[in-house]
């Protein structure tokens, strides 16, 4: 074999292994190339409607926290009762007492709850006031959201999931204890918004 046939057919190998070594990428409804995302990626909340967020969030981390990381009522209540919370601070808890009263109105409404002879207001309804879910929550955080407004909007979303997760409160509800984890928020030591996640009634 001469020399330049021999180059030639070492040249077409390397060709050969070359395109044997190539990726195929596939091209979009434009002609161009869809890459791949990096699994290693940070997730953005982005491209995503603030109900598929608030999805994402709340079965896997923001409920599972609530249920599993609440602070107790006691030591809530042993720091309202000495004046220590000043500052603007929300809390998953866990709250067991009776139901005093159900009002309910086409829009809003409140289950008043007496825990321990204090009475707490868990808002129920379409119209939920406050941030105390987002805010109680250490994975509802403003950097994965750049966006201020889109920020405030989740809350709504997430109060739309705790009214779904508690069920219709009703008049028949009136007089039973209950077990209710829920979000509240306390400012200058009084409870401002308390929202309720999951409400399990436990008879008369």
Known sequence: ?????????????????????????????????????????????????????????????????????????????????????????????????????VELGKMKGVIKLNVDDTDIDLQVGRIIKGNAIRDASKYVLFDDFKNQIRFAQISRELNNLAMASIGEPDASWVGEKATVIAAITIDQNVISDAVPMQITRGGK
């Open 1 to 101: 074999m001469s020399y330049k046939k021999l180059f030639q057919s070492i040249g077409l190998i390397a060709c050969l292994n070359l395109l044997t070594a190539c990726t195929v990428t596939d091209l979009d409804a434009e002609g161009n190339p869809i890459i791949p995302k990096d699994p290693n990626a940070v997730v953005s909340f982005a491209d995503f409607t603030l109900a598929e967020v608030a999805d994402q969030l709340w079965l896997p981390k923001v409920f599972p926290e609530a249920t599993q990381d609440f602070t107790p009522w006691e030591s809530i209540k042993s720091q309202l009762d000495t004046q220590q919370i000043t500052s603007k601070q929300s809390f998953f808890v866990r709250l067991e007492g009776t139901i005093d009263s």
